[in-house]
């Protein structure tokens, strides 16, 4: 909404009533917007920040950033995932070994799952029937199901599996072992180990891109991300960031997110401070947005305007507008954050 009052209409008007309720209606546009003539974008989204240090996940509106509340959850909050239709939130309690359901409507705890020893990172399947879960203190990918709130098998990888992806289908489940820097191929099926293929040091997330045919797999050390074939689980290429961000000195990656067009792919940076974006096609990075300290999580806005920044370090959830291509705000969280994932209101 725009005021439509003009100081040329106020001039001419010589009424000293009028003149004074005329301000006044100016004032009350310009609270209600945030600035003089210019409406606030309306709010379509909440975004969910899991902060690690605090046990709670802090929510946040996404087109203000204001603070509307919290979800006391259980010990070390920090991977997070949303039910395919959007009504459930789900919360890897990872020192209290855990997975925590959220209603997203109310904010009410609705069930709470023994997910196995440590879980980190964790996938839902499309289908919304199951959970695939990263175990890191036991080198484990658990297959949970959760209808019946039971762990259906358990395979073994490499220690300290953290990323975890899995195909569209349901075929193939990639997860990624960070201290033996490899990645896992494993049946979606059977849970059967496929193959365990190295990759950069300390592996972190596994994208599946066109159409689940290739997987992305991020290298948080060495700055990379390895591309595979889901079919062949062939290496076909390495995208290094290091030589594209020269000026940096820590080059990251860590998290990865795609819009649905597959367009654009954004890539947390880590301990650089910011998000890269990367056109898919090229594999060139066409921006980058700077954000707090150690970049660890990062989520898009249901309509994809904006996109979310969880900082460690600085505490903070950077809010990106990814129309105009600029950063929109800070928002001062504390707390270690360590993911973030926006629900529709």
């Not at 890897?92 to 023994?114: G, K, L, P, T, Y």
Request: proline share 5%; with cysteine.
């Amino acid at each position: 909404m725009e005021a439509a009052i003009s100081e040329q209409q106020i001039a001419r008007d010589r009424n000293p009533g009028e003149l004074i309720r005329c301000w006044l209606a100016l004032v009350l546009v310009t609270l209600a917007t945030g600035s003089c003539g210019r409406a606030a974008s309306p709010s379509n989204d909440l975004v969910f920040v899991s902060t690690e240090g605090s046990n709670r996940v802090d929510i946040v509106d996404g087109a203000s950033g204001r603070i509307e509340g919290q979800l006391a959850t259980g010990l070390r909050p920090r991977g997070m995932a949303l039910s395919p239709d959007g009504k459930t939130l789900y919360v890897a309690a990872s020192n209290s070994n855990r997975i925590e359901a959220w209603s997203v409507a109310d904010r009410r705890r609705e069930r709470v799952f023994h997910s196995g020893s440590d879980p980190e990172r964790f996938v839902v399947s499309r289908d919304g029937s199951h959970l695939y879960i990263a175990n890191e203190d036991h080198s484990a990918v658990s297959f949970f199901d959760i209808a019946s709130g039971a762990i259906e098998r358990e395979v073994k990888v490499g220690p300290q599996p953290e990323g975890v992806g899995v195909s569209p289908d349901g075929a193939l489940v990639v997860a990624t072992s960070e201290t033996a820097s490899t990645a896992h191929f494993i049946d979606g099926r059977s849970g059967k180990l496929l193959d365990s293929i190295p990759v950069g040091s300390r592996p972190r997330f596994v994208l599946f891109l066109d159409g689940g045919r290739r997987v992305w797999v991020s290298s948080e050390q060495r700055g990379t991300i390895s591309i595979f074939d889901a079919g062949t689980h062939r290496l076909v290429q390495t995208l290094d960031l290091v030589p594209q961000f020269p000026d940096v000195e820590q080059v990251q990656a860590v998290e990865m997110r795609a819009t649905r067009d597959e367009k654009r792919v954004f890539v947390a940076m880590g301990r650089s401070n910011q998000v890269a974006e990367i056109d898919p096609k090229t594999l060139k990075v066409v921006r980058a947005f700077p954000t707090g300290e150690r970049t660890w999580g990062i989520g898009l806005s249901p309509d994809e305007s904006r996109l979310y920044a969880a900082s460690g370090l600085s505490g903070t959830l950077t809010i990106v507008d990814l129309v105009g291509n600029r950063v929109e705000r800070t928002v001062k969280l504390g707390g270690k954050p360590w993911s973030a994932i926006a629900a529709p209101r």
